[in-house]
């Protein structure tokens, strides 16, 4: 997931459009609407300073008290086609405001969707740090494109457009020919700038990600670099990180400086151009002091903002860049969706394996697996660390597919059903669940499709032993009691009974448990699986605890892995 994601800046704009459709469906009613108020703004900034040269032309000319009228309706005119011309501009600014939200919540909604659907192996193989990276820039890239190509490209050109109407009919079609040749010079010039800017933003961007996957690699070993006294080499290698990105960023920022610089040279000798020529024009008589003015206006007016375009085509390429970077995860490929056509036989086993190879990274099984798991029974997984326990345990769910063999859920191939068809009938306990911050409640009732009255929340309480959970004894507010950021007011055991008790919660027949109980007490461990026993039809459970097999009717012996794979093996 680290190649970067390049075709043409067309076809990411239209991918990205499809996408901000299925979202954002208004999405072209509000661009046309915000659009039209920007050629209205375009109009009325366009007009300010004609009604400027009418109303000093008024004012040099000897017209008597006649004209005396004319010159407070134009300077009227002028005062409110300024006032309303700002006004408007923030209008535009509150508009496209929303429109770019909606933006960045459809592209967000839709990453964010897709990586929750991915198959567990394409979610196991992400780098945390580079996936928010690139989650966080893409989200706001799409909303900037168009505020880059829309709301500050069109206008300038919508404004010269009148402009160059009001200078043919003002001055002459040669003067407002090239002027406006002038600034399409211009253009091309900061078009130019921008254009060579992408490589330098590849690489600021790359600098951006190896901070993030850094940050976010040793925020999840927080306790395995203060154990290992690592905490000097760590500050050592954030300081090799820093010094990089320091290099980079300043680099970038002074390429982009002294391309800037010309842009800003070339803009100076447009508008010193103009102006010397309009003042030896007005010498020579030959313009009047209003149309000094007037153009001299103009000139600031249109040239002025060719910094600020310079900047939004440099943050053009560099938003096409990151739109990329987060649109490559839509070609990911999703999980298969539920079968609603699929019947169960729930006469037949729970799970038939026959002669079943698991496969975990680069290596399987040394022997076929065969067994079947029958409803009413617990089964005891166990084996060597690294023999394939819990690869096993996801194999049988879905989320990882078999090297070879069969695997059979209630009579129908795994092959043919979704990991969402088998969880709908089973129920997991993960070896280190993840407790979310929140309430004991809502960790409970995690993603539960339905209310649960506080009675039977707090007899599961009692049931798990968790009346003083975080050491407190908290009575019937224990439900309400914080668990801390990810759990951290909990203790280990307290932790994986929420997350026996989420299960619980769940009423299916079938429950699997990867070491469920492995930091409890033998006490809790045993009352706890005696409890499970006599509520659960069918358990699979992987322990190292004696304690715990020794209630199993029955065990499954997974052999230990040996690797490499062949390339023939891995079918």
Not at 259 to 267: E, N, P, R
Not at 414 to 426: Q, W
Not at 460 to 485: H, M, N, P, Q, Y
Request: net charge neutral; glycine share 8%.
């Amino acid at each position: 997931m680290k190649d970067t994601y390049s075709p043409s800046y067309l076809a990411t704009y239209r991918r990205g459009l499809e996408l901000i459709r299925t979202r954002y469906p208004r999405f072209f009613i509000h661009l046309i609407l915000v659009l039209l108020l920007m050629i209205s703004i375009a109009a009325v900034g366009a007009s300010v300073p004609y009604l400027l040269r009418q109303t000093t032309n008024l004012l040099v000319e000897d017209s008597g008290e006649a004209a005396v009228g004319m010159i407070y309706v134009f300077a009227t005119a002028y005062a409110v086609g300024w006032t309303l011309s700002n006004m408007m501009e923030w209008g535009k600014n509150l508009a496209s405001a929303y429109v770019m939200a909606r933006c960045d919540a459809a592209v967000y909604s839709s990453i964010v969707r897709r990586l929750l659907r991915l198959p567990y192996q394409a979610q196991h193989q992400l780098d945390t740090g580079v996936v928010m990276a690139d989650v966080n820039r893409a989200m706001s890239s799409f909303g900037l494109i168009n505020h880059a190509l829309f709301w500050t490209i069109t206008p300038v050109v919508i404004q010269l457009c009148f402009v160059f109407g009001i200078l043919w009919q003002v001055i002459n079609l040669t003067f407002a020919a090239a002027f406006i040749l002038a600034i399409v010079v211009l253009f091309t010039l900061t078009y130019r700038i921008a254009d060579t800017t992408t490589r330098i933003h590849k690489r600021f961007y790359q600098t951006h990600t190896q901070l993030s996957e850094f940050l976010a690699e040793r925020l999840r070993a927080l306790y395995d670099i203060k154990i290992n006294l690592a905490v000097g080499h760590e500050e050592r290698k954030l300081d090799q990180y820093l010094s990089t990105y320091v290099h980079t960023v300043y680099g970038t920022h002074a390429k982009l400086s002294g391309l800037m610089g010309g842009q800003v040279l070339a803009v100076g000798a447009v508008l010193g151009g103009f102006t010397l020529y309009t003042v030896s024009e007005t010498l020579r008589q030959r313009y009047q002091v209003g149309d000094f003015i007037m153009i001299t206006t103009y000139v600031v007016q249109l040239t002025s903002p060719f910094v600020m375009i310079a900047a939004a085509l440099i943050d053009l390429k560099k938003n096409y860049v990151a739109l990329g970077d987060g649109l490559r995860y839509l070609d990911l490929p999703t999980d298969p969706q539920a079968g609603a056509d699929i019947t169960l036989d729930h006469q037949q086993p729970v799970f038939t394996l026959r002669e079943v190879t698991l496969r975990a990274d680069d290596a399987t099984s040394a022997m076929p697996l065969s067994v079947e798991i029958q409803s009413g029974k617990m089964y005891g997984v166990r084996g060597p660390s690294g023999s394939g326990k819990s690869t096993l345990l996801r194999t049988l769910l879905g989320l990882e597919p078999q090297a070879a063999g069969e695997i059979l859920f209630h009579g129908i191939s795994v092959r043919h059903l979704s990991p969402e068809d088998i969880l709908s009938e089973v129920s997991v306990v993960p070896q280190a669940p993840l407790i979310f911050s929140g309430s004991v409640r809502e960790n409970l009732l995690y993603a539960h499709p339905q209310p649960v009255p506080d009675l039977e929340l707090l007899a599961l309480i009692k049931l798990l032993d968790l009346e003083r959970i975080g050491g407190e004894t908290s009575g019937e507010g224990v439900l309400d009691r914080d668990v801390g950021v990810q759990g951290r007011n909990l203790s280990g055991g307290e932790q994986q009974r929420i997350a026996i008790g989420r299960a619980l919660l769940r009423g299916t027949r079938t429950m699997i448990l990867d070491e469920p109980t492995a930091a409890l007490d033998s006490a809790r461990e045993i009352k706890l699986m005696q409890a499970l026993r006599s509520r659960v039809g069918t358990l699979v459970v992987v322990s190292h605890r004696e304690q715990v097999l020794v209630l199993a009717d029955e065990f499954i012996d997974v052999e230990s892995y040996k690797a490499p794979i062949l390339a023939e093996q891995g079918n």
